[in-house]
């Protein structure tokens, strides 16, 4: 389980978390939402040391991991991966070398046991027919796929997605939804996905948290978020050009 506790952060004048208080639980699929700029990336790298809170605490099963100094931070990064919003692959590496790379560097794997776990990797997100291509063969889809099963290779228990369907055609973005839901029943990965995108936000997602202005507006499931009757979360799941939402 993790838990955020009075999260506070601010860069220069400008508050972007003003004490979040919020617990993921182990299994779901958890979406941050809310406009740009609303904080939903900075809180979750926290989690995994990127940033350190101005004030409050971080608890990781059962430990706070928000004073950890960069050495000790490694084993919270083999627990909880994340997929940033560009795939960020070797352009001059297979897709099953670019899989491979973290287990010959960290999992001290040769190079031919390396690509037989790439290979496994690659499988669970649907893409081992395309081990022998290189990124710029592939759409953003794709490429984010294989960035997936690239984080995969340190069997987290959490994975961290931000922005996964941003720039990505309505079926890519589809897929790579079910592939989140797929990670979270099949395998029991718990999910913490930064998104706006309406659809895979009440298509997947089994908790929603809307940041607004530093603070949660609301926390909840998705017909939790469907019955508000809050006039600012109204306007942003609805996708509304007015209204009370200021941006």
């Known amino acids: 389980m993790i838990e ?8 220069g004048p400008k508050t972007v978390l003003n004490g979040i208080d919020l617990t993921i639980r182990d299994g779901d699929v958890q979406f941050l939402i809310g406009s740009s700029g609303a904080g939903k990336s900075v809180l979750i790298k926290h989690l995994i040391g990127l940033l350190k809170p101005d004030a ?20 919270v990064r083999k627990v909880c991966a994340m997929v940033f919003q560009h ?21 001290g794997l040769s190079q031919r046991d390396a690509l037989g776990e790439a290979l ?43 922005e ?5 055609d309505p079926v890519s973005a589809r ?4 592939l989140i839901r ?13 998104s706006h995108d309406l659809v895979s936000i009440f298509s997947i997602a089994d908790r929603i948290a809307f940041l607004y202005k530093g603070n949660l507006r609301l926390v909840g499931s ?8 809050d006039p600012i979360v109204q306007q942003f799941t609805r996708g509304l050009a007015e209204g009370p939402m200021e941006v």
């Open 175 to 178: 897929r790579v939804d079910r």
């Open 56 to 75: 409050g605490e971080i608890w990781l099963d059962g430990e706070d991991v928000s004073r950890l100094d960069e050495a000790s931070l490694y084993r």
């Open 120 to 162: 496994k990797r690659l499988d669970a997100v649907h893409m081992r027919a395309y081990a022998d291509r290189y990124p710029s063969e592939l759409g953003d889809g794709m490429r984010k796929r294989v960035a997936i099963a690239r984080a995969l290779t340190v069997n987290p228990r959490y994975v961290l997605f931000d």
């Open 182 to 194: 797929e990670l979270s029943d099949k395998l029991g990965v718990t999910s913490i996905v930064v």
């Open 164 to 168: 996964p369907t941003t720039s990505l």
């Open 222 to 229: 998705r017909d939790d978020f469907r019955q508000s009757d």
């Open 4 to 11: 955020f506790r009075g999260i506070r952060k601010s860069f």
């Open 87 to 107: 795939a960020t692959l070797f352009d001059s590496m297979t897709c099953a070398e670019n899989v491979a790379l973290p287990l010959r560097k960290h999992g």
